[in-house]
């Protein structure tokens, strides 16, 4: 049982240690160093002792001695056997390294002879591993987006392995490929288009969703149960249908290639996730604050203005920063009704831009930079109130 | 009283909900009716330009005092294909101008000409000219004629609202467009995407569940791939995956795992050799299809990850004073209670991602067997500029979609609305 145990803690602590140096390595790599060899078996055996000898000293030293030298003996040792590397290199190692042993703390003899404790090692190794391989994963391609935004296509294609960035160059020429977009592509009128139908999209909507909304909330009315269920189904249905009929149509009314028509699209789009929404919240507000408003002697109109929308402020600006990031991100209907370039929004002149060939990918990286940062930015700052949104399922996609 | 009230709250929740659901039911439910209407019509892109009737206008002194001007009105039909009927002209000048040729066609009544050109076919272009002269003698300028813009009009055929239908479309949908492996394209693609997006969902959702440091950080970075626009995303993939200077071919290649860059989106099948026997692999549908996981997984994580938060911690104390093992927790314990919440994502992951467009466009273009449906109706439609038979596709994806949505709610309606 005892040896059961410690095969399978060895074998999974080392394997770990493995996949995080393997990282620790292939961002080196990137980074410009020359590395071939991932020498994954060395690492894993170095990993093994390094375990075996953190179980074998046990509780005898102090453990934060234990640890850094333990490190520091490993470090070095990785130093010793492997090519010549820079120093910052080894740093990371040890670091790397340093976190490893912390995470072993708590197994030593005894507790390698608990209930269950193969499985648990397993679990927490699992969980570590998981949270490395999901972190970098999902990282790696903003991470090379923004640095092939500052790379030359022409270093890129002698190295693509080298991302490392020139800090002796000025910022004019590191910045370089967003100048570019800005002075020859035009990008600062597709950034004033987007954000023109965004925000445009985001009034609209909500001046056709709050009342529409409240509507559904709070009064009777014929067909209540039947609106509220197809506002659902309606939102079951993809752009991909509506496309061809909208086209044809919009051609023919002249509003494509044109902002106004992409805005109309975008606000009945949104419409109805954004009516779920808010009906929603205001079904939480007390009806009784409502009836204060009626003896009042107001009308709908004054309590949907005057007692409503201050209620749930927060409710209707998670819904904004909803319909904006959805408008901000559109591209099939931008890419079926926008052909001329004096219309395009961000996601379209990307794509555009993609088009050509001859468009070096820092340009592209530039403006798929541009166009990403605002909708993270949102989000990141605001996440609280969007995750809770995002699990009533505002955003199709 | 109270009669009168409920009246009165009916019109107000009229006036309220009426403008919202006008527009939706214009721009939503309007087109998936005019899909059924354009799928059994023969149009082609071209066709649905309505022809116009222009003019451009070139004006000319040909008096040395400038008292008389010639002017020319280029007059075209703006359709290659069809005919205007009965087009009208007219244009305006200033005072004291008289005309000194005027085409039998034509009036000249105060100020204004105003002419009946009759039926102009395809094609048709025209150089029509008069000539101004000042009755005073006087200059005219130039610039004021000029700015004068002639207004025309005509009768042509919407071929939209013919009633010429054909079932032509239908009939090309499945017999000349290879259906059936379109059909299994979009089932591949959407089904292990979906059950990919799931799978990793519940694996981070587990991850995050758990009592990490950081773990609110790692919840936000696992919604990056969600919330980023499409198309940087896209591109940044089609650059990583690139077979000539792309990173991740590139670290393969270095690091000698493989020998020669694998071009991930430009290459149908690879063959896998497992035990002695060889596997086909749709090479980039697979890619499109880790896309697809990747950019999709944080819904499904996000979703069961408040799910289980939700699971009292009792059970699973209880769990530990009985002895059970971590897997058996998971088995008996968490597993359970988000199977109601698993059939519900994978329902909507499975229509949105049947439905998916702009993933497979950017990243393959639909090219080396990736083309689902909906890449189809992008194709028909406006590649090869058959809009009857793109609208047919898309009469296809909605009744798929509606097949899937009736076995659903008849299958597991029920217990998704328990929860």
Not at chain 1, 184 to 212: D, E, K, W
Not at chain 1, 261 to 277: H, K
Request: contains cysteine; glycine residues 4%; hydrophobic residues 50%.
């Amino acid at each position: 049982m005892k040896f059961k145990s410690i095969t399978i803690f060895l074998v999974i602590s080392s394997f770990f240690l493995t996949c995080i140096l393997s990282i620790w390595k292939i961002m080196s790599t990137l980074q410009g160093l020359n590395f071939t060899n991932l020498n994954i078996t060395g690492v894993f055996f170095n990993g093994i002792i390094l375990s075996l000898l953190f179980v074998l000293i046990g509780n005898r030293i102090n453990h934060l001695i234990k640890v850094f030298s333990l490190s520091l003996l490993f470090s070095f040792s990785y130093f010793y056997f492997n090519e010549t590397s820079p120093y910052w290199y080894i740093f990371g190692v040890f670091l790397i390294i340093l976190f490893f042993t912390n995470k072993l703390k708590k197994y030593n003899t005894k507790s390698l002879t608990e209930d269950f404790i193969s499985e648990k090692i397993i679990f927490d190794f699992i969980t570590l591993f998981g949270i490395v391989f999901f972190a970098f994963v999902i990282l790696f391609p903003f991470y090379i987006m923004l640095v092939t935004s500052f790379k030359t296509q022409i270093a890129l294609l002698v190295n693509p392995l080298d991302f490392s960035l020139d800090f002796s160059k000025s910022l004019t020429e590191l910045f370089k490929s967003y100048f570019v977009i800005f002075e020859t592509y035009n990008f600062s009128r597709y950034i004033l288009i987007s954000s023109a139908v965004s925000i445009g999209t985001v009034i609209v909507t909500l001046l056709f969703a709050i009342p529409a909304a409240y509507a559904v909330a709070r009064l009777n009315f014929f067909g209540k149960n039947f609106l509220s269920t197809s506002i659902l189904i309606i939102y079951m249905f993809p752009a991909i249908v509506l496309v061809i009929p909208l086209y044809t149509v919009f051609s023919q009314l002249g509003l494509r290639n044109s902002i106004f028509g992409l805005l109309i699209v975008y606000t009945a789009t949104t419409l109805p996730v954004a009516i779920y929404m808010l009906q929603g919240y205001f079904k939480s507000i007390p009806k009784e604050i409502e009836d204060a408003g009626i003896m009042d002697g107001q009308n709908w109109f004054g309590i949907i203005l005057k007692i409503i929308i201050p209620l749930s402020l927060p409710a209707i600006s998670s819904v904004a920063l909803y319909v904006f990031m959805i408008a901000w991100n559109e591209f099939l209907f931008s890419l079926m009704f926008l052909d001329n370039p004096k219309s395009f929004t961000l996601s379209r002149a990307i794509q555009y831009l993609s088009g050509d060939a001859e468009t070096p990918r820092q340009y592209l990286m530039a403006g798929s930079v541009i166009v990403t940062l605002p909708v993270l930015f949102i989000f990141i700052y605001f996440e609280k109130y969007l995750v809770s949104g995002l699990t009533s399922g505002s955003v199709k996609g | 009283m109270s009669n009168t009230l409920s009246k009165l709250e009916k019109r107000t929740a009229y006036t309220l909900v009426l403008p919202a659901v006008l527009l939706v039911f214009a721009i939503v439910l309007f087109p998936i009716f005019a899909n059924i209407w354009i799928s059994f019509k023969d149009i082609e892109l071209k066709d649905i330009r309505i022809p116009e009737p222009r003019a451009k206008k070139i004006v000319k002194s040909i008096s040395d005092d400038g008292s008389e001007l010639k002017v020319i009105y280029k007059l075209r039909n703006s359709s290659l294909i069809q005919e205007i009927r009965n087009v009208k002209f007219q244009d305006k000048f200033p005072k004291n101008i008289s005309l000194l040729n005027l085409d039998p066609r034509c009036n000249f009544k105060s100020k204004k000409i105003i002419c009946d050109f009759g039926n102009w076919e395809a094609k048709y272009k025209e150089n029509f000219e008069i000539i101004l002269k000042n009755i005073n003698g006087e200059k005219i300028e130039k610039e004021i004629i000029k700015s004068q813009k002639p207004i025309l009009s005509g009768k042509s055929d919407n071929p939209l609202v013919t009633t010429n239908f054909t079932l032509e479309n239908f009939k090309k949908v499945f017999y000349e467009n290879n259906f059936v492996e379109l059909l299994l394209t979009t089932f591949y693609f959407t089904f292990f995407g979906t059950v990919g997006a799931i799978i990793f969902g519940i694996l981070a959702a587990q991850l995050v569940n758990q009592n990490i440091q950081g773990r609110s950080y790692m919840r936000g970075i696992l919604l990056f791939p969600y919330v980023g626009p499409v198309v940087a995303l896209a591109y940044t993939w089609t650059l990583l995956l690139d077979p000539n200077s792309g990173t991740l071919n590139a670290l393969l290649v270095n690091f000698n795992i493989i020998e020669s860059p694998i071009n991930l989106l430009g290459q149908k099948y690879i063959t896998i050799s497992v035990l002695g026997f060889d596997f086909k692999l749709r090479l980039a549908l697979t890619t499109v299809i880790f896309f697809e996981i990747w950019r999709y997984f944080p819904l499904a994580f996000l979703f069961i990850l408040a799910r289980l938060q939700a699971i009292p911690k009792s059970l699973y104390e209880a769990a530990e004073v009985d002895g059970a093992s971590p897997v058996k927790k998971f088995i008996h314990i968490t597993l359970p209670q988000i199977t109601a919440i698993i059939s519900i994502l994978f329902m909507i992951r499975f229509i949105w991602n049947f439905n998916k467009f702009e993933d497979i466009f950017l990243l393959t273009g639909g090219a080396s067997g990736t083309r689902t449906l909906p890449i189809n109706v992008y194709q028909q439609g406006f590649a090869v500029s058959d809009i009857g038979m793109g609208s047919a596709v898309s009469i296809v994806i909605v009744m798929l979609l509606l097949a899937f949505m009736i076995i659903y709610f008849k299958l597991i309606g029920k217990k998704a609305n328990e929860i």
